[in-house]
């Protein structure tokens, strides 16, 4: 073979390796679609009985997802409890005391491990529990790239800072969803969850009492709900239809009806204004971009390939 002839030969087989590598390193609809047929049924139906049980729970798993995705990315990090080498995200602020679904996501596991032994990682469950979720409260569904795999760490101190939080400046928002390859359209969109779910008072208690731009009719009915001082966990909801997917939450920023700092900070004067307007008016195009940054975030720094593990509980590593 001439040189120039192995050269090319190389290069070629160089490429295919290359593209081969790249692949496996993508999610994709169809995981397991030979692994684990029936997968999306199985969870399907785990979390149709959840919500039919407490119809809060599709904003609960929705939030599980959100903090575990801005935690060195979609994981199932958050979902590991504490032990001798671990230190747990649930600890951290933004979870303590108010993340919850985890044993909705356990059960989930349990019965897909039954169906498929040791084949679907938790980061996955998690991913297309919170799909269904959103569907079974009237929100749009999307297929949802899997092949994640679990970590076998946490981290503690990513999640008290990564994390945006409730006090949250639009500049600060910006930047933090940023950081996680998030442009500001996609916050905007994300920050549309909250159309569904309820939020501790401990919250919202400085915006609806020491903040200006707030519906003064409105802050007067969530201090009813939450004092001054003390009933921290007393819960309002985000918006007037926290049990259904709509594009509520985002006339409510319109009217200065946010519940938290962070979400009035969306429609303040700012550069979100317009598309704030935008999805208030107009329910198909905030349900079109919601899909596509709830997809752009499941994509944020997955493990793969033989990164990670699955795991058999998601509370443990194996």
């Known amino acids: 073979m001439a040189v120039a002839s192995r050269l090319a030969y190389f290069f070629a087989i160089l490429m295919a390796s290359f593209l081969v590598s790249s692949s496996n390193a993508q999610l994709s609809t169809n995981f397991y679609a030979k692994t684990c047929p029936n997968l999306q049924t199985v969870v399907r139906n785990a979390m149709t009985a959840a919500v039919s049980k407490e119809r809060r729970m599709g904003a609960s798993i929705l939030r599980l997802f959100f903090h575990d995705c801005f935690v060195?990315?979609?994981d199932a990090g958050l979902l590991l409890d504490d032990s001798s080498s671990i230190q747990s995200e649930k600890n951290a602020?933004?979870?303590?005391?108010?993340a919850r679904g985890f044993d909705v996501i356990d059960a989930i596991k349990t019965k897909v491990e039954a169906a498929c032994k040791a084949t679907v990682s938790c980061a996955d469950i998690l991913a297309l529990a919170t799909r269904d979720g959103v569907v079974l409260l009237g929100g749009?569904?999307?297929a949802v790239p899997l092949g994640r795999r679990d970590a076998r760490k946490a981290s503690l101190s990513n999640a008290n800072t990564q994390i945006p939080g409730p006090a949250s400046s639009l500049t600060t928002l910006i930047s933090m969803f940023s950081a996680?390859?998030?442009n500001?359209?996609?916050?905007t969109a994300l920050s549309g969850g909250h159309t569904?779910?309820?939020?501790?008072?401990?919250?919202f208690r400085s915006h609806i009492y020491n903040d200006t731009n707030i519906n003064n009719a409105f802050a007067?009915?969530?201090?009813a709900k939450c004092p001054v001082s003390g009933s921290n966990s007393n819960l309002a909801p985000l918006d007037q239809t926290p049990i259904k997917f709509d594009s509520q939450y985002y006339k409510n920023l319109v009217a200065q009806k946010g519940l938290l700092h962070s979400d009035q900070e969306l429609f303040n004067g700012g550069s979100r204004d317009a598309l704030v307007r935008t999805y208030s008016n107009n329910e198909a195009t905030f349900r079109r971009d919601f899909v596509a940054?709830?997809?752009?975030?499941?994509?944020i720094s997955p493990l793969t390939g033989s990164n990670g593990e699955i795991r058999k509980n998601c509370r443990v590593i194996n």
């Open 72 to 74: 060195n990315g979609c």
């Open 93 to 98: 602020g933004p979870n303590r005391n108010s």
């Open 140 to 142: 749009p569904t999307w």
């Open 180 to 182: 996680k390859g998030l």
């Open 184 to 187: 500001a359209q996609d916050m």
């Open 196 to 203: 569904i779910g309820q939020a501790q008072c401990v919250t």
């Open 220 to 223: 007067k009915a969530n201090q």
């Open 293 to 299: 940054a709830m997809i752009k975030m499941g994509n």
